[in-house]
């Protein structure tokens, strides 16, 4: 690359890792800082501590040669020319995004610029973060004339994050000069002039030289609002089809077709209209509630956003009532929960719907055995293991005996289970699947009765197996 930029990116967690290793495979000089050592040492040694495709091989590629990581922000803040800040903006009491670890950041950075610098808000923050971010390094005593602080959102997905980062629908900058704008087009210009694409080990997706990243640069506020009204979005997309799908139960529809047909529309599109457990995962939630708090502060009831998130609480509900309406009791049922991560390909398990319904499972009296491809570990510290709570090593050791397998989560191993094995260890053939992955017909042939969501569920005319395979 000709115009590499040094860059710091500070947290190295799914966005700030994900950013720096792609920032260093399009060329650029990073160093990514985080203040949890275990972290950094494992990173500096080569492990990667979240769940991400494509992740270990990049780091492997850029490790020591184009990314390095440490805890010293002052030192890694002082050779860079961008810092990028990606730590967490989680949901405080009041449904506003707690900016402190934000703040904790800017701070840190004040103490160490001696020289131009452009401070890009990569995390997600409410409109005029970027004004309050110039104010606490003024407030340090920072001359104005040594920085700029620039709006430039992240819209990757975790378990698609890495692809997402490198193939992205659009870059998004919020600047309030031609300088800092300048500098954030020649970080991005290996992407949006496609030059990145024709490097023969480039990872292969949706971009190409001919159809490269598109880039809309626009005001700080804009780009602060474009990032939480597209999440709200897409959180209204999914609580819409799911609203839908009560519907489309209530009357003998089908919300697989529905959404299909509706998905065939180019202006609404088919993307974000699985009907399913209902939305999690660490950003939907906390975003829609800032988004909602951010129009408060402007005297807006934005009622809307309101109404998202009570279908998207409601339909936990929905699921934990088909559940009781598949088994009659839960009270000293042995039931399998397959899947823990908020989402399939991933291991995070922040606001997983999947652990919520395990706990009300639990709570209800019966014992779960759960398997998850990857969250296990993570899952462990919220639902220790006990004797009502077993952790499988595969779908079929978990399902042994089971009164019920219920599929929480949408991992593709989930799609494509042996239903004759898993017929032969349950001990009734019952599937509750909240992510509908299946065909109901072919489960039926499958000897299952079968629960989805917004589909009509099918029973057998009586769940038994044939007595030997029960004996
Ligand atoms: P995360 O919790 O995975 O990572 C944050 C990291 O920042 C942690 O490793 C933490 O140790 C580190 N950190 C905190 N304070 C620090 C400090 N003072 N100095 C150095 N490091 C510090 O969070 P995340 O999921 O990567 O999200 C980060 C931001 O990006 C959030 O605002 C989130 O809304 C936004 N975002 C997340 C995603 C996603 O898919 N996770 C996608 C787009 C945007
Ligand atoms: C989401 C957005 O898709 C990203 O663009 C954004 O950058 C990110 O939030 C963020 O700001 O953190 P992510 O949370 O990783 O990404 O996952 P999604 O794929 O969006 O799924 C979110 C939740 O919605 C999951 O629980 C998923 O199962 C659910 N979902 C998604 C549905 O129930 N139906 C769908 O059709 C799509």
């Given amino acids: 690359m000709t115009n590499p930029v040094s860059i710091c990116v500070i947290g190295s967690g799914y966005v700030g890792l994900v950013a720096a290793v792609c920032f260093a495979e399009i060329g650029h000089r990073v160093v990514c800082v985080d203040n949890d050592e ?50 967490g903006t989680p949901q405080g009491d009041t449904g506003a995004a707690d900016l402190s670890y934000v703040e904790a950041v800017v701070s840190e950075i004040a103490l160490s610029i001696s020289n131009y610098k452009v401070i890009v808000e990569k995390s997600t923050v409410p409109v005029y973060t970027n004004d309050w971010i110039r104010r606490v390094l003024r407030r340090h005593g920072v001359d104005p004339l040594s920085f700029d602080v620039v709006s430039n959102p992240e ?100 919300i ?43 005297g807006m009831d934005f009622q ?15 699921f934990f009532n088909k559940v009781l309406s598949a088994l009659w009791t839960l009270r000293g049922k042995r039931l399998t929960a397959l899947g823990l991560s908020f989402k399939g390909n991933t291991d995070d398990i922040r606001e997983s719907p999947a652990i919520d319904i ?20 993570r899952a462990r510290e919220v639902l220790p293991a006990s004797n009502k709570l077993r952790y499988a090593g595969d779908i079929y050791e978990a399902s042994n005996d089971a009164d019920a397998v219920l599929i929480l989560t949408d991992w593709k191993e989930f799609a494509e289970i042996d239903l004759a094995r898993l017929n032969l260890v349950v001990r009734f053939p019952i599937v509750i699947d909240g992510r509908n992955l299946y065909n109901p017909q072919k489960m039926l042939r499958h000897g299952f009765t079968y629960v989805s969501v917004g589909r009509p569920a099918s029973y057998q005319s009586v769940e038994s197996k044939p007595r030997e395979a029960v004996l």
């Fill in 358 to 377: 395990i706990k009300r499972l639990l709570e209800a009296g019966s014992a779960v055995t759960v398997y998850d491809p990857a969250a296990m570990e």
């Fill in 38 to 87: 275990a972290r950094v040492r494992n990173l500096c040694e080569g492990r990667v501590p979240i769940f991400e495709d494509h992740l270990p091989e990049l780091l492997a590629r850029h490790l020591k040669r184009r990314v390095e990581f440490t805890t010293d922000l002052g030192q890694a803040v002082k050779g860079t020319e961008a810092i990028f800040i990606a730590v």
């Fill in 304 to 318: 809307l956003l309101k109404e998202i998130r009570r279908i998207n609480e409601a339909q936990k509900d929905v």
């Fill in 256 to 298: 697989v077709d529905i959404a299909t047909g509706m998905g065939m529309d180019s202006r609404i599109g088919p993307g974000f209209l699985k009907a399913g457990l209902g939305y999690g995962g660490s950003c939907f939630p906390k975003d829609v509630a800032a988004f909602h708090w951010v129009a408060q502060q402007q």
């Fill in 155 to 254: 819209f990757l997905r975790e378990g698609t994050a890495v692809v997402d980062f490198l193939h992205p629908d659009r870059i998004v900058i919020g600047a309030s000069n031609e300088r800092s704008a300048n500098l954030m087009r020649r970080i991005y210009e290996p992407l949006t002039r496609g030059s990145y694409y024709t490097q023969p080990d480039a990872l292969p997706g949706p971009c190409s030289t001919f159809n490269p990243a598109r880039l809309l640069v626009t005001s700080t506020q804009s780009s602060e609002i474009i990032k939480h009204a597209s999440n709200a979005f897409l959180a209204l997309k999914i609580s819409f089809i799911n609203a839908v799908a009560n519907l489309a139960e209530a009357v003998g529809a089908d």
